[in-house]
């Protein structure tokens, strides 16, 4: 290789782990504010504790441990409504963590209504996405990337026959590989999931308090948003369950306030 | 009369009795008012003589006033039954006399014999207490069974059987007679220690007929059971109910063959019936089995085994029912004896119980799933339930038929083998009952504390920017270096080689200008030979056009043609001739060509 390529090669990785870097920097104020927090949770002071977490969330810092957190103080607050939604963001960031899933499952056992499964798609199961979180799912991607354009510079000086065979299978994979990606953007951008947050909701027929009472929603059912008039929200359980509710009802498991970048609302960051 | 007649002319005389008839009516409640004033009080009974079946009618009028302070004071009547009938008032004309007054109905039911003074009675009207007279009444003996009158209404108490064992299942059976109408029944059943009913199905109604007489029969069964040894008297049963009389006058027979108000119907009636003696033996010592849990009554055992061959690790199940009539509820969960051959797991026992006019009835169910594990021919263990048997006053001991379990190898006769020798491994020392795990409690899990890194893992793909770049950029990177590849690979002789491929298409552009001259014409030639063949020639003569040439491997005669045309070009210009004719231009491509040809 010569050292116009080599000089090319670190000038990338040097980019790459500073942006890491950068990003993976945490202040030693944040790392307080979360033993804080985890300190008033364990002295029963759960409002302090959710005041700390939503903080660091606020500043960034909403890792799935965050949310997880966050979740167990809510449960403990008695609110299984953002209990439930907060579960749900944290198993967006940490998919794999068997804490969560189990304290997710205890909290839907807890709801009233019955659970429905409104994410699972069977491509997603199938190319084993259900394990990997968006961000990783990225890098995974990005990385098999860099390995299959290496592997093509490293053909353009030294065409063997284990670079060519290497590089076909890079070549089925990455094909793979975009699907996988495509799929999982796909999931993300059409998750329109929300929890319900109130005690008891009304699904009415139409937008309007006078419509026909259809059926009634409890804390912690999660449910799919379809569109917004005014106040109100169409929502969707089933095909045989939909209708309409007072939208302040309901919070969004995912804002829709830009594709990946994270932005604040309500206090809560995108998960 | 004159003035008679102009005060009342003629016709006026209807019309005064109409006149004076209303006003008597309007002034009706002064004489009422003023007739208050002589209160008297009457005690009525319908009759003298009663029986402890009999209800009498009593009857208390108050006369001159149509209200009293307070309901009447009763004297005398501590040994009857009391229910109120209703009060109405009235006023009546007798004689040109206005009487009002206050009626008060009673219905009272003698509780004993003897010879009773009924009253006096004391009703308080305007504060002030005004007394009725008082009559005799003599009570005796209901009638007895067999006699000739036993009234319109009845009722008798039987029971199957006087002479029981504890616990034994008896039908206490209550039946009412009646031939009048009767309404609002309510049965009061003997409460008493030890002794418990249970009503069987619903009441039975028919006719009967008794001493001549036929009467509609309502039959009611109860299943008695007494739970302590000894000489018990059943006491009576008290049943309450109305007759309902369809007219003023009674259509009943003696007893109700009586006047009546006219504005009463119904009379409550409570009829008893009487006492039974019953004697309980206890459960006999002798022959009592040991494993004798008090079940009192007749019972059968019935087992199947289905099915009856099976491969190993398949599962068959063995089906208890002991069903029978007594105590049912006592029917033994029957414990089933571990088996060396084959697993065995038990299924929850349900009991089913009815009620038939014979009884209580009930079937217990119990059921086990046998998993064998070893190839062979097996005997189930029998089991045996026992009980006591009040008709024959022996105990008897049931035993569940003889079944036979054929099993044959299967597939997962080397699972169960395996799981057997895991269970030796383990050192207990036999086979293991294993439970499944109990869930005690409910809670979520402990919050995450470990804070090593508080930022999200490749968020920084969160950037869209950077996204893109580490996605474009390999192919970026890729296609650079392919190009700086190519470019490093361009060698002096390739790119001689590429100039020369090149050298005609330039000599052809060069000569297309309009009116080029002989002078350029050399030069473009020249450059051509230079590009062609790699040369370096800075002035071109004809000679070195032609030797150049045949150095090159062009033919003598083409070589020698392209002297002569440099030749003619160099005279043109010395000849002051600028500009070339078409011809010229022609003439020089076409050898041109012809030496691109020629050159090796």
């Known amino acids: 290789m010569t050292r116009q390529v080599r000089h090319i090669t670190i000038g990338i990785l040097v980019f790459v782990c500073f942006l890491n870097i950068a990003h993976a920097e945490t202040g030693t104020s944040f790392v307080e504010q979360f033993f804080e927090a985890n300190q008033a949770y364990k002295n029963d002071q759960f409002q302090h504790a959710a005041d700390g977490y939503i903080r660091l969330i606020e500043n960034g810092h909403g890792n799935g441990q965050v949310y997880y957190n966050l979740g167990n103080t809510y449960f403990r607050l008695g609110d299984l409504g953002r209990a439930i939604l907060f579960y749900e963001r944290a198993s967006l960031l940490m998919p794999r963590d068997d804490d969560l899933s189990f304290n997710l499952s205890h909290a839907r056992n807890q709801a009233q209504d019955a659970s429905i499964d409104l994410q699972t798609s069977s491509l997603n199961s199938l190319l084993g996405l259900g394990g990997l979180n968006r961000y990783e799912t990225f890098f995974a991607f990005i990385l098999l990337n860099v390995l299959f354009f290496s592997l093509l510079c490293i053909r353009l000086y030294k065409k063997t026959e284990w670079t060519y065979y290497l590089s076909i299978f890079l070549t089925i994979v990455i094909s793979v590989g975009v699907c996988a990606v495509t799929l999982k953007w796909y999931a993300w951008a059409t998750d329109n999931r929300a929890v319900v947050l109130s005690e008891e909701v009304v699904v009415q027929a139409g937008p309007d308090s006078r419509d026909t009472l259809l059926f009634k929603l409890h804390a912690g059912t999660v449910v799919r948003l379809e569109r917004t008039e005014d106040d109100w929200t169409l929502l969707q359980l089933s095909k045989d369950k939909r209708g309409w509710a007072e939208s302040k009802h309901l919070e969004r498991i995912i804002k829709r306030n830009g594709i990946i970048t994270q932005k604040k609302v309500g206090g809560i960051a995108d998960g | ?600």
């Not at chain 2, 105590?327 to 089933?336: E, S, Y």
């Not at chain 2, 044959?408 to 395996?418: I, Q, T, Y």
């Open chain 2, 1 to 600: 009369m004159r003035i008679a007649k102009i005060l009342f002319p003629e016709g006026t005389g209807k019309m005064i009795k109409a006149i004076a008839g209303i006003l008597c009516i309007l002034l009706l409640p002064m004489f009422t008012v003023w007739a208050a004033d002589d209160v008297t009080v009457t005690l009525r009974l319908d009759r003298v003589e009663a029986t402890l079946s009999d209800t009498l009618r009593m009857e208390i009028h108050v006369s001159g006033s149509r209200k009293s302070d307070a309901p009447p004071f009763l004297h005398g009547l501590e040994s009857f039954l009391v229910t109120n009938g209703g009060t109405s008032s009235r006023m009546e004309f007798i004689n040109g006399k206005v009487n009002s007054g206050i009626d008060y109905t009673y219905f009272i039911q003698p509780r004993k014999t003897g010879e009773f003074k009924i009253g006096p009675v004391k009703v308080n009207v305007d504060g002030k207490i005004y007394e009725s007279g008082s009559q005799s009444l003599v009570v005796r003996t209901a009638s007895q069974p067999g006699s000739s009158d036993r009234g319109p209404v009845f009722i008798q108490a039987s029971i199957s059987s006087q002479d029981i064992f504890v616990d034994e299942q008896v039908l206490y059976t209550l039946k009412l007679y009646y031939r009048v109408n009767i309404g609002n029944l309510s049965l009061g059943l003997p409460e008493m220690e030890y002794v418990s009913f249970h009503q069987l199905g619903r009441p039975l109604e028919y006719q009967s007929t008794d001493e001549g007489r036929t009467y509609q029969v309502l039959e009611i069964r109860h299943a008695m059971m007494v739970s302590k040894q000894g000489d018990f008297i059943i006491t009576p049963s008290r049943l309450k109910l109305t007759v309902r009389q369809a007219g003023s006058r009674s259509r009943l027979g003696n007893s109700f063959n009586d006047s009546f108000s006219g504005f009463s119907s119904n009379r409550p009636l409570t009829l008893t019936t009487d006492p039974i003696n019953l004697h309980v033996n206890p459960l006999p010592k002798e022959g009592r089995p040991a494993d004798f849990t008090g079940l009192v009554g007749t019972f059968q055992v019935a087992s199947t085994l289905e099915p009856s061959s099976l491969k190993a690790g398949e599962s068959a199940t063995l089906t208890i029912q002991v069903k029978g009539r007594g105590t049912v509820n006592r029917i033994p969960d029957l414990d089933l004896p571990e088996m060396d051959f084959a697993r065995t797991y038990s299924d929850q026992p349900v009991l089913e119980t009815e009620q038939s006019r014979q009884g209580i009835r009930g079937t217990k169910t119990m059921k086990w799933a046998l998993v064998p594990e070893n190839t062979g021919e097996y005997k189930v263990p029998l089991l045996s339930l026992s009980f006591f048997n009040p008709e024959t006053k022996k105990y008897h001991v049931l035993v569940t038929p003889t079944h036979y379990l054929s099993v044959l190898p299967g597939k997962s006769e080397e699972s169960v083998a395996r799981l057997n020798s895991l269970s030796d491994k383990n050192n207990t020392g036999g086979r293991t009952n294993n439970k499944e795990i109990q869930q005690l409690g409910e809670d979520i899990l402990p919050i995450h504390t470990d804070a090593v890194d508080l930022s999200v893992p490749f968020r920084f793909l969160s950037m869209g920017w950077v996204l893109w770049f580490v996605l474009v950029g390999p192919l970026f990177i890729y296609l650079m270096l392919l190009g700086a590849l190519r470019v490093q690979r361009l060698s002096p002789e390739r790119l001689a080689q590429s100039i020369s491929k090149k050298a005609f298409s330039t000599l052809k552009k060069r000569c297309q200008k309009d009116q080029i001259s002989y002078e350029d014409l050399i030069n473009a030639f020249k450059d051509y030979l230079n590009d062609r063949c790699s040369l370096s020639i800075g002035t071109l003569t004809a000679d070195d056009a032609e030797k150049i040439l045949r150095d090159q491997g062009v033919d003598a005669e083409t070589a020698k043609n392209m002297r002569s045309l440099v030749q003619r070009f160099e005279t043109a210009v010395y000849a002051g001739n600028h500009f070339n004719d078409s011809d010229a231009v022609g003439e020089l491509l076409g050898l041109a060509r012809v030496i691109e040809k020629g050159i090796s």
